[in-house]
């Protein structure tokens, strides 16, 4: 069983930028694949990115190309998600995901792919 603990939401301004953090108690990030998932009230959770880390592969909705960026930290703990540029309709709980796997491309978007989530941590965007 792994732990994943998400942190660093919060409210914004339109245009704003926050950093979500992404730790797995007891583990390390050192292969498989962690993704980052958000739901907006009375929305079904949909796919935001995700890194493969064996490869550090990074894979965006296109939503959020280009305004987000996913990493990993060198101690390999600590999965982010940089979000600039903030957009009312980034508002919605963020959670993380991960798996021992290293997901292939196509499924990276599903959340069934994913054996382990955090608890999510909520971000407002204002306009």
């Known amino acids: 069983q792994v732990q994943l603990v998400e942190s660093g939401g919060g409210l914004v301004q339109a245009g704003g930028s926050l950093r979500l953090s992404c730790a797995a108690a007891?583990?390390?990030?050192?292969?498989?694949?962690v993704g980052w998932f958000r739901q907006a009230p009375g929305k079904e959770r949909e796919f935001v990115a995700a890194i493969r880390l064996r490869e550090n592969s990074q894979h965006y909705q296109d939503d959020v190309k280009f305004r987000f960026t996913i990493s990993r930290n060198s101690a390999r703990d600590t999965v982010y998600l940089q979000m600039n540029n903030l957009k009312p309709e980034d508002t919605a709980v963020y959670y993380c995901a991960a798996t021992s796997s290293r997901l292939i491309v196509s499924r990276l978007w599903s959340g069934e792919s994913y054996d382990y989530w955090g608890q999510g941590t909520q971000v407002t965007v204002s306009s």
């Open positions: 007891d583990r390390t990030f050192s292969s498989g694949t």
